[in-house]
């Protein structure tokens, strides 16, 4: 059966047309490019995707299909998906369905178009904007109407999205083995592949729901504080900030990734800014400023802390540097004080899909922890 026309329409008036893929309906988000060539079902469950539509660079998805193991969270969290090739056989031996029937079951709507790479270079060109992919009865509408309610729907700059995906209740991720220490992770959109890391290395993490206070964390004297990955703007995150900044003001060890960073950057008294298009992918060049190191690392931002890359700056929590920047862009992507145990990455250690080589950065968590006992 042939799947029915769709419409993918940009908020400057670009469109493409395509077939649909996964649920029929439409959707609207700010669009977005990935150039992951594997991991298309942990980009799908990343909740830092909420309200995004995400259009993948590899030109054919699907091909291992869907399988329980995978999932960065309990569901399909992109608000839309743009592939170019859509599978038609899902084979793997860990394969439990197929992508376009996780998608429809989900509610999902998704779009094939064969443009990927003019879609790509569009907003490469233009920057992330607002779109909406439209298919069955909502593709009826003349394309000026759909465009009206593309640049009707929410910006992305402005949007609170982390305490929408976060968990309402705490849980705790067990240690796998001997417990050597207490972890209290707040949950701004949490990938489960991150407390699995620190479980890993002997931590039980206490996820938190993002509403917590400062007070509430520190009431379970963790050994160590992670502020998590998660979606939106970080300058709306004025309710995080403050409880970081009453964490920080208690010495405890802090580690923070993505989101976690530009909170962390924040409670220094940093800014952030929105990336023209952002990274999303699972080969950026990050470069230690200190040791010249490169890492080839995961990830999944569009927004960035502006801090001075020429040197030390003070904060209100003593001397602080840029530890580590993107060698595409020269954007921050990573933040330490010099004299307290706290720092954190703007890219993906966990990696959930992607190269290993940042995953020291949970041992540098560790050993804060061990040095702070
Ligand atoms: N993965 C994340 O934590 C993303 C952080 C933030 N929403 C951004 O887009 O920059």
């Given amino acids: 059966m042939t799947p029915p026309p769709a419409l993918l329409v940009l908020e400057d008036g670009r469109t493409f047309a395509g077939v649909a893929y996964g649920a029929e309906g439409e959707t609207f988000g700010e669009m977005v490019f990935n150039t992951g060539m594997t991991g298309y079902q942990e980009t799908l469950t990343d909740p830092s995707y909420a309200r995004q539509i995400v259009a993948m660079t590899a030109p054919h998805i699907g091909n291992t299909g869907v399988n329980d193991e995978d999932p960065e969270s309990s569901r399909i969290q992109v608000a839309g998906y743009v592939v170019r090739e859509p599978a038609r056989v899902a084979s793997n031996w860990r394969a439990t369905g197929s992508l376009g029937s996780a998608l429809r079951a989900q509610g999902v709507v998704g779009i094939a178009i064969t443009g990927t790479r003019a879609l790509t270079r569009h907003l490469r060109d233009r920057g992330a904007m607002r779109a909406g992919i439209f298919s069955g009865d909502a593709a009826q509408a003349p394309v000026d109407e759909l465009l009206r309610r593309v640049q009707e729907s929410p910006q992305m700059a402005g949007a609170s999205l982390a305490e929408e995906v976060a968990t309402k209740e705490a849980y705790v991720v067990p240690a796998i083995g001997e417990k050597r220490f207490t972890v209290a992770a707040v949950d701004l959109g949490i990938k489960g592949m991150t407390p699995h890391r620190m479980a890993e290395r002997g931590v039980e993490v206490h996820v938190l729901p993002a509403t917590v206070t400062a007070e509430d964390i520190l009431a379970l004297d963790p050994d160590g504080v992670f502020f998590s990955n998660g979606p939106g703007d970080p300058e709306t995150a004025d309710h995080q900030v403050a409880a970081l900044r009453g964490v920080l003001d208690a010495g405890r060890p802090f580690f923070g990734i993505c989101f976690g960073n530009q909170i962390f950057g924040r409670a220094l008294g940093l800014g952030t800014y929105k990336l023209r298009f952002g ?20 990830h999944n931002h569009g927004f960035a802390v502006d801090a001075p890359k020429d040197g030390p700056f003070d904060t209100p929590y003593g001397r602080a540097e840029v530890s580590h920047v993107n060698l595409n862009d020269g954007c921050v992507e990573g933040l330490r004080l010099l004299d307290r145990p706290a720092f954190s990455v703007q890219y993906h250690p966990e990696a959930a899909a992607g190269p290993h080589d940042a995953s020291g950065l949970f041992d540098q968590f560790v050993s804060i922890m061990e040095a702070g006992k």
Avoid: C, L
């Fill in 279 to 298: 990274h999303r992918g699972v080969n950026q060049p990050v470069q230690d400023v200190r040791t010249g190191k490169v890492e080839i690392s995961a």
